[in-house]
């Protein structure tokens, strides 16, 4: 139970970091890539990428893998250029380091690719995702907003009835079970006679 709850909370992540993304960043970040990627993104898109048909294949893709494809194509220069910049320390870093290669990754891709980038690995299972993840909760240079709360299923609103139309319907519903008893009550009398003749 704890693993697929973690596994939600790691995509949950990635949706956010995407919903965080300003479409000038995916745009940026789409119009770098090299021709593989770009073809890899135009087949997970099922069309052109752009910022538009990103979303939109993201918003499909939640739970069937696309959504997380898409952030790593997006978002490979970028893990390079951290995986870079860290060095021996690429795989398991600290807090501290992490946080000092941070802003020139933020400088260079944009603040919504690095935290997108940040969220992806996460959800890839890196050995250091819980401090990406801390990092992501809390950390003032990456930290994603809170979450907003997204409503399921349309709200059922009753029909405002006044006093006076409440209690004709209620005198009425009254008067329909007393009815139905009466009939009931009836047929029981008459099983009873038939049984007895």
Request: proline share 4%; charged share 35%.
């Given at each position: 139970?704890?693993q697929v709850k973690n596994r939600l909370q790691a995509l949950g992540l990635v949706d956010r970091a995407f919903a965080n993304t300003t479409d000038e960043e995916l745009t940026g970040a789409i119009d770098a890539l090299g021709d593989e990627h770009r073809s890899a993104l135009d087949e997970l898109v099922k069309g052109e990428a752009d910022?538009?048909?990103?979303?939109?294949?993201?918003?499909?893709?939640?739970?069937?893998?696309?959504?997380?494809?898409?952030?790593?194509?997006?978002?490979?220069?970028?893990?390079?250029?951290?995986?870079?910049?860290?060095?021996?320390?690429?795989?398991?870093?600290?807090?501290?380091?992490?946080?000092?290669?941070?802003?020139?990754?933020?400088?260079?891709?944009?603040?919504?690719?690095?935290?997108?980038?940040?969220?992806?690995?996460?959800?890839?299972?890196?050995?250091?995702?819980?401090?990406?993840?801390?990092?992501?909760?809390?950390?003032?240079?990456?930290?994603?907003?809170?979450?907003?709360?997204?409503?399921?299923?349309?709200?059922?609103?009753?029909?405002?009835?006044?006093?006076?139309?409440?209690?004709?319907?209620?005198?009425?519903?009254?008067?329909?079970?007393?009815?139905?008893?009466?009939?009931?009550?009836?047929?029981?009398?008459?099983?009873?006679?038939?049984?007895?003749?």
């Amino acid at each position: 139970m704890n693993q697929v709850k973690n596994r939600l909370q790691a995509l949950g992540l990635v949706d956010r970091a995407f919903a965080n993304t300003t479409d000038e960043e995916l745009t940026g970040a789409i119009d770098a890539l090299g021709d593989e990627h770009r073809s890899a993104l135009d087949e997970l898109v099922k069309g052109e990428a752009d910022a538009a048909t990103v979303r939109e294949a993201v918003a499909h893709g939640r739970m069937d893998g696309t959504m997380e494809s898409i952030a790593l194509v997006v978002t490979d220069a970028c893990l390079a250029d951290c995986i870079e910049q860290l060095g021996d320390n690429a795989d398991y870093p600290s807090s501290d380091q992490l946080r000092e290669v941070l802003p020139g990754l933020v400088d260079t891709h944009g603040l919504g690719i690095a935290r997108l980038m940040l969220a992806s690995t996460v959800a890839g299972e890196a050995p250091a995702s819980s401090i990406i993840r801390d990092l992501l909760k809390h950390d003032d240079l990456v930290k994603l907003p809170p979450a907003e709360e997204k409503q399921i299923s349309p709200m059922i609103r009753k029909p405002k009835v006044d006093d006076a139309e409440r209690e004709a319907i209620k005198a009425k519903r009254k008067e329909l079970k007393k009815q139905k008893q009466e009939e009931a009550r009836a047929r029981r009398e008459q099983s009873q006679r038939d049984r007895t003749r």
